[in-house]
């Protein structure tokens, strides 16, 4: 394998929210890297702490929540610890769509409805360039056409509610590559769209990071999309990375139950459609002071009473770039 640099690296990172019923531990000690021009699929069900690990990183989660780790942004052979930076400061804030910029599931939040997308762009420039308008305008045009939005020099003064869903969608990938990114956040960018516009979406975001270079963070909680997009991926689960990886090691030789799991019950096209959908019993909890045990340990087929339930497993590298936390490893 050729040698990786890092983009990001997560070091051991808690974001917890106090609430009166008790400390709910929504990211619970996560570690993982994202390599340069590379895609890290971050899958797991809902309620497992990927939104709040992306949060994290922009350090957009809300003021009450308590954040400790680190956060190792590797920026012209500098390295920056984005959780030792104030949050609403002007380093992060730089940071925030220069060096990393996020997209996510629901476009219209993205957007302001009164203005235009062309004017939104434009100020996304602005905000960090001092260049004409009349060069901004032309550089939202030239990143409208680049995202395969038709007739981009009349869609400039659209209106988002103008735009269909999967326009919108590439819009707002248009407004988050404004300043070529070195890392692209997208979390569930395409769960709210049809089949044929997903692809279309997923397509799309390849071919502008074979084009940029760029880094991309994609979080879904659906391991089809994973095995199109990922180039290594990092499972989670209430809180916890459980198992990360090469796509190719998560897929041939996953060895965490829950990742066993959750392969077991991708549904299948074509030929195979016949194959039994074997869902996951249970649901993910709410981290509400959750005890110090593995955290699959109530859903868990293989549990081991007195060793599941004993402590938390140690995140162990059990082959070259491949870590898993459980018990049957250590
Ligand atoms: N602002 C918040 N305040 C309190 N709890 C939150 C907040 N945001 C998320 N959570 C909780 O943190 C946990 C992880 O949430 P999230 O990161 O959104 O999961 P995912 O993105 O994997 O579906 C969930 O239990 C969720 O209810
Ligand atoms: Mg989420």
Redesign the pocket.
């Known amino acids: 394998m050729e040698k990786q640099e890092p983009v990001l690296e997560i070091r051991d990172l808690h974001t917890f929210?106090p609430?009166e019923e008790g400390m709910?531990k929504?990211v619970n000690g996560v570690s993982l890297t994202i390599h340069k021009s590379r895609t890290l699929g971050v899958v797991?069900e809902?309620?497992?702490?990927?939104?709040?690990?992306a949060q994290s990183i922009l350090r957009i989660v809300?003021d009450f929540a308590q954040m400790t780790g680190e956060i190792l942004l590797h920026k012209n052979g500098e390295v920056i610890d984005l959780a030792a930076l104030a949050p609403s400061g002007r380093e992060i804030r730089d940071i925030r769509g220069r060096d990393v910029s996020m997209i996510f599931q629901e476009p219209m939040t993205a957007f302001s409805p009164v203005h235009t997308v062309g004017e939104q762009i434009m100020e996304a420039i602005l905000v960090h360039d001092d260049v004409p308008k009349a060069e901004a305008r032309a550089h939202a045009i030239e990143l409208l056409k680049l995202v395969g939005i038709p007739i981009p020099e009349e869609r400039v003064d659209a209106y988002p509610h103008q735009l269909s869903g999967g326009m919108r969608q590439r819009a707002m990938i248009a407004m988050a590559l404004v300043l070529t990114p070195m890392l692209l956040i997208a979390d569930e960018p395409t769960t709210a769209l049809d089949v044929t516009i997903q692809a279309q979406i997923l397509r799309l975001m390849k071919a502008l990071q074979a084009e940029m270079g760029m880094s991309i963070m994609f979080?879904t909680h659906d391991l089809g999309v994973i095995a199109n997009m990922a180039d290594d991926v990092a499972v989670?689960y209430l809180?916890r990375v459980v198992e990360y990886g090469s796509v190719r090691q998560i897929f041939r030789t996953p060895k965490h139950p829950y990742t066993q799991a959750l392969l077991r019950s991708i549904p299948r096209t074509g030929r195979r459609a016949r194959v039994r959908l074997e869902a996951i019993e249970g649901i993910v909890p709410?981290?509400l002071d959750p005890p110090d045990i593995c955290p699959f340990a109530d859903r868990c087929t293989q549990f081991i009473p007195g060793r599941c339930d004993e402590k938390v497993p140690d995140f162990l590298e059990i082959a070259s770039g491949h870590s898993v936390r459980c018990i049957l490893y250590e």
Do not use: E, N, W
Request: charge should be positive.
């Open positions: 929210f609430l709910l929504a797991g809902s309620g497992c702490g990927k939104s709040v690990t809300p979080i989670m809180g709410v981290p």
